[in-house]
T-cell receptor, first 114, second 115 residues
């Protein structure tokens, strides 16, 4: 299995809702990432987990809360989002959090905040 | 700090024609270089990467890229494109070193292949 899966594919939520995005990989990778991608822009790194521990938080607002329950799963909990948070949220994984490693991306969750 | 420039935001080309997508980087240290492709409504997929060694790198789907240190470039080429190559292409750099090093993406080039 060489893919990263993300659920849901689409999510529409109000500013007062609480929702979660889920990411899963079964490649034995020990590094996992969350990216945010606005239309016609490159992905922007949000968080990096290495061996299930949060290694990097790119100054992301606290309304985004990541969680890595085990080496295969990565969640992103969303609460009190703003309309400008609407974007494609991409999850990725790599064997290790080393710069020479290829990152494997999931198809993304397209989030719309009303 | 590293930065990546993809000067062409869009490149239109006819099917079976050759194409070159340009990427220039800025860095005071050596870097690792990557090309990723993003098909509509999908995540990114690695086309190829340069870490060291031969400056000509071959990737998937018939793509290749050449690392030119003196010109700080890593242009992507394909001798004959297909309609299915229509996608967004991102060049990215990462400095070598231990531990996590942030992948820096260029702004992307949209390749539009028409019949």
């Amino acid at each position: 299995d060489t893919e990263v899966t993300q659920t849901p594919k689409h999510l529409v939520m109000g500013m007062t809702n609480k929702k979660s995005l889920k990411c899963e990989q079964h490649m034995g990778h020990r590094a996992m990432y969350w990216y945010k991608q606005k239309a016609k822009k490159p992905p922007e790194l949000m968080f990096v987990y290495s061996y299930e521990k949060l290694s990097i938080n790119e100054s992301v607002p606290s309304r985004f809360s990541p969680e890595c329950p085990n080496s295969s799963l990565l969640n992103l909990h969303l609460h009190a989002l703003q309309p400008e948070d609407s974007a494609l949220y991409l999850c990725a994984s790599s064997p290790l959090a080393e710069s020479y490693n290829e990152q494997f991306f999931g198809p993304g969750t397209r989030l719309t905040v009303l | 700090a590293q930065s990546v420039t993809q000067l062409d935001s869009q490149v239109p080309v006819f099917e079976e024609a050759p194409v070159e997508l340009r990427c220039n980087y800025s860095s005071s240290v050596s870097v690792y270089l990557f090309w990723y492709v993003q098909y509509p409504n999908q995540g990114l997929q690695l086309l190829l990467k340069y870490l060291s060694g031969s400056t000509l790198v071959k990737g998937i789907n018939g793509f290749e890229a050449e690392f030119n240190k003196s010109q700080t470039s890593f242009h992507l080429r394909k001798p004959s494109v297909h309609i299915s190559d229509t996608a967004e292409y991102f060049c990215a750099v990462s400095p070598p070193g231990t531990g996590f090093q942030k992948l820096v993406f260029g702004t992307g080039t949209r390749l539009l292949v028409s019949p």
